[in-house]
């Protein structure tokens, strides 16, 4: 039985690299799509910045990606699906897919009654954590610890640094004398602090890590669109993986290589008045902007 080669171009974009972990669970999942990923790493951290900053950055990325080809757009980003996501959907005809902090799941499976999330700031003041949080944390306790410092430790590439480990400490204790037994990572940069989490948490604390529901869900809607796709999209060769950076792309290379074992190239993008386009193309170009007007 044949499978469809890159039958679907899927875009990825993140304030950083922190999406790399959704693009892992949707490589794993999608291995026969085209992926274009997108760290706006001159602009991260995202959390601390107004949504309507958010969006503009969004809006101007998601512009960059259908250029590039891409069919469906991830949000690889807690902070801009709080932000943006619906704006977007609102505003291009391509299916987005985004991001919500697992509330539901950690709430369902809780046996002490108190969750933890792990979230940005920009997540947790967002409608869609609050709509989340109204709609699913019944008769549960949470305790939610907000900060952007543990995604510029992952951007600076100091991962497993003492600094970092103070952090989560600092944040995490609390919650594990408290009683938690379920932990929401409300983004997508904390999956690669694990390890270091590991160190600190109970064994009985149980991680909830979103990238493989958002991978499922990606699955569905690139089944739905190759369904209304006429054309005979089918083959067995290799898909096609393009990376693309604001700045500097030494985190993003390095997490490449640790996750997949080998180098891949990444592409530099420049902005300027709220557009977004390979630096190549326009030497003169800044890597920081506004983002322009949505």
């Not at 064994?203 to 990606?218: G, K, N, R, S």
Request: charged content about 20%.
């Amino acid at each position: 039985m044949s499978i469809p080669n890159a039958a679907i171009t899927i875009g990825l974009f993140d304030s950083g690299v922190g999406g790399l972990s959704i693009w892992q669970a949707v490589r794993r999942r999608l291995p026969y799509c085209a992926t274009l990923y997108v760290a706006d790493n001159a602009h991260c951290p995202y959390g601390p910045r107004p949504p309507r900053e958010v969006r503009r950055f969004s809006a101007a990325i998601t512009r960059f990606l259908l250029t590039q080809g891409a069919e469906l757009i991830v949000v690889a980003c807690n902070t801009a699906s709080a932000a943006a996501l619906r704006w977007l959907r609102a505003h291009f005809s391509v299916p987005f897919v985004g991001l919500e902090p697992a509330v539901k799941p950690a709430v369902q499976q809780t046996r002490s009654g108190h969750v933890g999330v792990l979230a940005t700031q920009g997540t947790v003041k967002g409608a869609l954590f609050r709509t989340t949080v109204v709609r699913y944390a019944h008769g549960v306790t949470l305790h939610i610890q907000t900060d952007d410092r543990l995604v510029q430790c992952v951007e600076r590439g100091q991962i497993d640094a003492p600094e970092t480990e103070q952090l989560l400490r600092d944040y995490l204790q609390p919650m594990v004398d408290a009683g938690v037994d379920q932990l929401v990572l409300g983004c997508t940069h904390y999956p690669f602090l694990l390890p270091v989490m590991r160190r600190i948490l109970p064994p009985e604390v149980t991680v909830i890590d979103p990238a493989d529901a958002v991978a499922l869900q990606v699955e569905r809607c690139v089944r739905s669109l190759e369904g209304q796709d006429s054309r005979v999209r089918f083959g067995n060769g290799p898909s096609e993986y393009r990376f693309f950076v604001t700045a500097a792309p030494d985190v993003l290379q390095s997490l490449l290589v640790h996750s997949t074992g080998r180098e891949w190239p990444v592409e530099r993008l420049a902005w300027r008045t709220g557009h977004l386009a390979l630096a190549s193309e326009h030497s003169d170009w800044g890597t920081r902007s506004d983002g322009g007007q949505v």
